[in-house]
């Protein structure tokens, strides 16, 4: 890029930071010390502007950066990733949605505490919780880094770091002078600007073939360098069997992580009502199964016009496939359109970054306030306000964050999205499941169900090719890999659920009845709800 197009692309950028911050800034003049306004915003938004909300949420970098380089690189193996994100909806909202709503009040923990011992389970939950939105925060950040190396050149390291630590700075400062509020209309905002610029650039690219998409297929095979086999299932995931077990372990890992995330259930609690939880659910769906949509279009797309050599060639994991793509489809690179279109998608993407991890920092500190703080601190020592807590918390959570997002740079952003899914697939959802729906569920049950899927969950990652053995690895220089699969969703999804399920059976203490029959009927009905 000239030094023309990376200020143009540069000033957009600062224009949307300043109209965050200038919400945040309106927000935090509205008294934000209650629990309630600062953790659910009041429970004041519509089921449109909470669905608006949730898809500003779910539609991260993973999804507009990760998923559409992936289908560049790997084509039909890469779509996975667009129809298991998609399809997890389903279970959110024919299991879970409704049901959170009535149930808890600000976190999942609040969930499981119905019916449980509240200080075991809450420790349990909160720690999951975090685990899991670092994990997420962690994609963001890469997710940013590589698109501003893009931006100045594609090989300034120091920018890369530089952006990673920014990102992390502002998400602090949204959530904690915003709250819920604050993050909720910038994650608005950013979803109308991430439909607006998926769909322009959609529009480009089958106006490019004429409407004809079997053209766009072919000229995508023909350029990817792999012929009909990049529209055929195996590119990715059908080498050998390890490469299968893959495939069935991430598929797994998308489809049941969305229900396990703190802080798409923490979105359930932002409406007044569980049928408007249900509502901010089917427009969330809808919003979002477009959006998918668009991306198979984005990565064919790209590896038609950019080229699959070339989207490798400036990011081996292919996250900058759709700034390419709109850089050409403006009019290649030098011309005044596609400065402009490269710097709008550019902008957008950034944007997307900056909503997602509000939401994941917001989810993540009142987690460490409402569960881990509360449970932990010791009768009769200073108590300090939640609200306060999570604002600490926001702090050193974005510090943690930033920390693994330099670690992890290399990685495919929707890969490693998929990490923390497994990892609320196998922690989260056993323990959920089995509280709304399981008689006999106990304490035990729970807090073993919540370990039994987090630690084998972590353990595996670590010792996996993700982390050593592999020259794509966080330390390619070492290799103490012990589990083949790079997603470790089929085994630690399973060890979540036997857990829990061992934990019950063995446990002395016998279940709750009463409080079952009590969580049941508020599950169900909506009766004694917050």
Known sequence: MTGDHQVLALLLFSAFIAGTLAITTW?????????????????????????????????????????????ALFGYDGMLYSVGFLVAWLVVLFLVAELVRNCGRFTLADVIAARMRERP???????????????????????????????????????????VIGVGALMVIYVSLGGMRATTWIQIVKAVLLMAGAIALTVLVLLRFHGDVNQLLTTAAERSGHGRDFLSPGLKYGGDWTARLDFISLGLALVLGTAGLP???????????????????????GLIGSFYLMTI????????????????????????????????????????????????????????????????????????????????????????GEVAVARVASVG?????????????????????????????????????????????TTRGAVWSVYGGLVPAVLLVALSPVVSGSPEALFPGVDFQLFPLQNPGLASIPLGFLAGWLGTVTSREPPDEARHAETEVRALTGAGAV
């Open 27 to 71: 927000v935090s003049r509205r008294r934000q010390g209650s629990a309630e306004e600062f953790y659910a915003g009041g429970r004041l938004f519509s089921p449109m502007e909470n669905g608006f909300a949730i898809a500003g949420d779910y539609m991260s970098a993973a999804s507009f950066l990760g998923i559409s380089g992936l289908i």
């Open 121 to 163: 389970v809450r420790i349990a939950a909160g720690t999951s919780s975090v685990t899991v939105s670092v994990l997420y925060l962690v994609a963001q950040m890469v997710g940013a880094g590589s698109l501003v190396a893009l931006l100045l050149g594609g090989t300034s390291e120091a920018a890369r770091s530089w952006t």
């Open 263 to 285: 802080h798409i259930l923490s979105r359930f609690y932002t409406v007044p009502t569980a049928r408007a939880a249900r509502r901010s659910v089917v427009w969330a769906i």
């Open 297 to 384: 279009v984005l990565g064919f797309g790209a590896a038609a016009i950019v080229s699959t050599e070339e989207v490798r060639a400036s990011n081996a994991a292919g996250n900058t496939a759709v700034p390419l793509l709109a850089l050409d489809l403006g009019g290649g690179a030098g011309s005044t359109g596609g400065a402009v279109l490269f710097a709008v998608v550019a902008a957008v993407a950034f944007a997307t970054i900056l909503a997602v991890v509000a939401g994941i920092t917001l989810a993540s500190s009142v987690s460490v306030a409402h569960d881990l703080y509360a449970s932990l601190k010791r009768p009769g020592a200073k108590r300090y």
């Open 397 to 441: 959570i974005g510090a943690v964050a930033i920390g693994l997002g330099l670690l992890a740079r290399d990685l495919n952003v929707a890969f490693l999205v998929g990490l923390a899914f497994a990892v609320a697939a196998s922690a989260n959802l056993p323990v959920l499941l089995y509280s709304l729906f399981w008689r006999n569920f």
